[in-house]
Structures are given as structure tokens and as C-alpha cells.
């Protein structure tokens, strides 16, 4: 399955009407359960519903199977979500790259007849590709962002948009061949409880990829840039976000010019020893990824952040078997439920 997008950018908005013309992916169908109190459902006219009469519809072609925020915390974080992914809603060729440096650690080869789910996929921009190399696909998000998700996976028919909360997935436990929660869990109030229900729709001898941030173990450059940018966002998160955006736009200028771009040139005339500046990672890429990303840093209301060895713990419990650690300014991990048997 193609899911490239070549050169343009796209960014299709949503229609309304139920499931988009096109059935729910057989092997999605298989793995839903109902929001409320996880039996299975049965289509019903617009949507599904369980034995006890609780009722999830299709809406702009997605299952909304979203309940009230648990807290103001997680509305705080959902609305911020919602206007960043919408926002910022156009897929780029740079995120495929973007998406490689997550799939690193990752056998492409034995995905292809599992079912995945993406949790907190935000506008689909990562989701978009593992789609290509999986069976059935399933996108799960709790803020506005799903209408992003919508136009910018609806040409994959073996993926299917959810709208629900990570508290309250309509989806069965150990239900996934791949589970993927990229930048999510550092949002959520309580990580771990948060980590516990992922790893839970692990099937045996599925793989779950995590991305979280990361802090230095050690004090330097990096830690004091962390500092700074904490201070920064004690106000930055109560401010309205489209000034927001508009001064992370700026932001991101001044950073580009003054540490992206110099970067870049030192590399290619090797004097990147000498002088090692920061943010490599947005050497040879449009000034909009680290303008996205600026806010995205920002806005969301709660971020922590981890060494490997406070995480370590979290996997142990789960019986997850971990099976890569990557930092590069942030963990990269994939972990794995043993097989049966
Ligand atoms: C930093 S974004 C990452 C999006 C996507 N994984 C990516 O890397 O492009 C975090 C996403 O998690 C979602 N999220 C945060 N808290 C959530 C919750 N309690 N339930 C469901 N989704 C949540 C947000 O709506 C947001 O889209
Ligand atoms: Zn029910």
C-alpha cells in the first residue's frame, strides 16, 4: 500500500456524514468495544451499539466515542491539541522523515498482518505512514484534532478515525499488534496510569513504540535551555493560542537564523565539532516544522519529562519485554509482550 505523499503538502478538511461512504476495516470491527462499558457492539444505523443500549455514531467520519474530560487538566489539554493539530493541520514530505526516526527501531517486515492503533495521533501525521505497513489501522485521539485525522487519512480504507479519550478507548485489551503513543503520555496528568492502559492493548508478541521527552541526567547547555523554556511557559500556556502561534512564529525565526541555519552550514564545512549548536535536528528543514513545533512546546498544558531509568520500572511491571532505548532529545523505546507459550 502506497501511503507517500509526494511532493505536496496536503490538508483535506473534513466532511460531515456518516462513516465517509466506506465500511468500518473487518479487522477493526473485530477489535471495538463500547466506550462506556467495554462489551461488543453491533452496527446500528449510523454508528454501533452494545448489548446495554450505549450508543458511539460516526460524525464527520469519525466513531466519536468521546466522554466529558476527566478533569480541567485534561479539557485544558484537549483544546489545546485541538487547535494545534487544526491549526496546523497539512501533512509535509518532511514528516516522513520525521516518522522514520520514530519507526527506527521498528521490523517494518513483521507488521504487515497486524492491526495497529495509534494512540494520540493528533492530525494522522505519523499515523499516515504506519498505515502502509500494517493490516488495519486504527487513529485514537480526544481533542479536536480527529477532524485533522479524517482528511488526512481518509484515502487509506484499512484505517478508521476514533474520537475517545486514552482513559476510556473503545477498543479491546490485547486487541494490537502494534501500539504506537508518540509525544502523549508527557501530557497526561498521571504518565504512568496513562502507560498502563496502552500496554494493555498489547496482543502477545505485539510491539509497542513509545516517544516521550526526555531531561539531561546531568547539568549543561541542554538543561539550562529546559529551564529557560519552563519559565517561558508559566505564561505562554495561559496565553490565547492564536498569539500564541503568531509568536512562535517569531520565535522560530530568531532560533532558525541564529542556531538552524549556522548549524547547517558548519556541518557541511565539518566545524560542527568546534562549534556543536543545538536543535540539529532542524538542520535541512523548513522553518514551519520548528514553528510547529515551538508552540507545540508551549501551549500544552502539562509536560514531564524522564531519564530511562525512572521509566524502566514502568515496563517491568507490565511484563513488557523492552527491546530498544533510543535517546536522541527524547526516548525513543520499543517493548514488546512475550509471545504465549
Ligand atoms: C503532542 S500531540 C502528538 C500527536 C501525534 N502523536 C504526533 O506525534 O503528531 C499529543 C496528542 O495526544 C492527544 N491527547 C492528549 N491527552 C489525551 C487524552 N487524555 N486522551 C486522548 N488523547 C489525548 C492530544 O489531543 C494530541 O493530539
Ligand atoms: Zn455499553
Excluded at 484537549?78 to 487547535?83: K, T, W
Amino acid at each position: 500500500m502506497n501511503s507517500g505523499i509526494g511532493d505536496k503538502s496536503i490538508s483535506r478538511k473534513t466532511t460531515p456524514g456518516t462513516p465517509d461512504g466506506r465500511a468500518v476495516p473487518a479487522a477493526i470491527s473485530g477489535v471495538l468495544r463500547c466506550g462506556t462499558c467495554a462489551e461488543s457492539v453491533r452496527p446500528l444505523d449510523g454508528g454501533l451499539a452494545c448489548e446495554q443500549g450505549h450508543i458511539m455514531r460516526f460524525v464527520g467520519g469519525y466513531l466519536d466515542a468521546a466522554s466529558p474530560p476527566r478533569d480541567a487538566q485534561e479539557a485544558q489539554t484537549l483544546r489545546s491539541f485541538g487547535y494545534e493539530w487544526t491549526a496546523f493541520d497539512a501533512i509535509h514530505p518532511e514528516d516522513e522523515e520525521f516518522w522514520r526516526r520514530y519507526f527506527a527501531d521498528i521490523d517494518l517486515d513483521e507488521l504487515r498482518d497486524r492491526v495497529a492503533i495509534d494512540v494520540g495521533c493528533g492530525k494522522g501525521r505519523y499515523t499516515r505512514f504506519t498505515a502502509g505497513h500494517v493490516k488495519a489501522m486504527v487513529a485514537l485521539d480526544g481533542s479536536a484534532a480527529v477532524t485533522s485525522a479524517v482528511g488526512n487519512l481518509r484515502d487509506l480504507p484499512n484505517s478508521l478515525v476514533v474520537k475517545a479519550s486514552l482513559n476510556s478507548m473503545p477498543v479491546a485489551p490485547a486487541g494490537f499488534g502494534l501500539v504506537s503513543c508518540l509525544g502523549v503520555l508527557h501530557h497526561l496528568s498521571d504518565p504512568r496510569a496513562g502507560f498502563e492502559r496502552v500496554a494493555r492493548l498489547l496482543e502477545p508478541g505485539g510491539v509497542l513504540l513509545l516517544y516521550l521527552y526526555s531531561r539531561p541526567a546531568a547539568p549543561g547547555l541542554r538543561a539550562m535551555a529546559l529551564a529557560s523554556a519552563a519559565l517561558l511557559r508559566r505564561c505562554t500556556v495561559r496565553m490565547p493560542h492564536g498569539l500564541l502561534r503568531t509568536m512562535s512564529a517569531a520565535l522560530a525565526l530568531v532560533l532558525y537564523c541564529t542556531l538552524v541555519v549556522p548549524g547547517h552550514h558548519s556541518e557541511r564545512y565539518g566545524l560542527d565539532r568546534l562549534l556543536p549548536l543545538p536543535l540539529r535536528f532542524y538542520r535541512g528543514k523548513p522553518l514551519r516544522s520548528l514553528w510547529l513545533d515551538t508552540f507545540d512546546r508551549l501551549s500544552a498544558p502539562i509536560e514531564h519529562r524522564y531519564v530511562w531509568r525512572e521509566l524502566r520500572p514502568w515496563f517491568d511491571s507490565a511484563g513488557l519485554t523492552v527491546e530498544s532505548v533510543r535517546e536522541e532529545s527524547g526516548l525513543f523505546i520499543v517493548a514488546r509482550r512475550p509471545a504465549e507459550g
